[in-house]
């Protein structure tokens, strides 16, 4: 018996497309982290890349718990004294909701380059409109636990 060892050439990727209207953030986020990993997959490899194409549509629809909207904060800095700059959730959804559930995700994917090239395969959109329709993503149904 030899172990299975998946490398780049051999993994067929999909495309999906998820509808966030009234999806939980974190819940949706680790979702899309494990089709981005591959997780689902009976060849995943850790070191790999094995993971799907996933698109979010309706990202200004997603809802949290509790006073997420106001006590959570994002942080950045300009690297300037003086640059930090921060924003709550609920101002990041009035302008740009992508970046809510981008940041989620990213949280959720391995650091280093394998991290940031499976973050490459995630497109997020506000609307109900997305651009790569000429790949025909398959629905993917996010299962209620409730």
């Given at each position: 018996?030899?172990t299975?060892?998946a490398?780049?050439?051999?993994?067929e990727?999909?495309?999906?497309?998820?509808?966030?209207?009234?999806?939980?953030?974190?819940?949706?986020?680790?979702?899309?982290?494990n089709?981005?990993?591959g997780k689902?997959?009976?060849?995943?490899?850790?070191?790999?890349?094995?993971?799907?194409?996933?698109?979010?549509?309706?990202?200004?629809g997603?809802?949290?718990?509790?006073?997420?909207?106001?006590?959570?904060?994002?942080?950045?800095?300009?690297?300037y004294?003086?640059g930090?700059?921060?924003?709550?959730?609920?101002?990041?959804?009035?302008?740009?909701?992508?970046?809510a559930?981008?940041?989620?995700?990213?949280?959720m994917?391995?650091?280093?380059?394998?991290?940031?090239k499976?973050?490459?395969?995630?497109?997020?959109y506000?609307?109900?409109?997305?651009?790569?329709?000429?790949?025909?993503?398959?629905v993917?149904?996010?299962?209620?636990?409730?």
């Amino acid at each position: 018996m030899k172990t299975f060892m998946a490398n780049p050439n051999s993994v067929e990727k999909k495309w999906y497309v998820i509808d966030a209207e009234g999806q939980t953030l974190g819940r949706l986020a680790t979702e899309v982290a494990n089709l981005l990993r591959g997780k689902r997959k009976p060849e995943y490899t850790p070191f790999v890349d094995t993971g799907d194409y996933v698109i979010v549509i309706n990202a200004k629809g997603i809802k949290v718990s509790g006073k997420k909207l106001d006590q959570k904060i994002y942080y950045r800095h300009s690297d300037y004294v003086g640059g930090l700059k921060q924003k709550t959730l609920r101002e990041t959804l009035n302008t740009k909701p992508e970046d809510a559930i981008t940041h989620a995700v990213k949280g959720m994917l391995p650091n280093g380059t394998l991290g940031n090239k499976m973050l490459t395969k995630l497109h997020v959109y506000a609307g109900a409109e997305y651009a790569q329709t000429a790949q025909k993503p398959e629905v993917y149904e996010i299962k209620s636990r409730y």
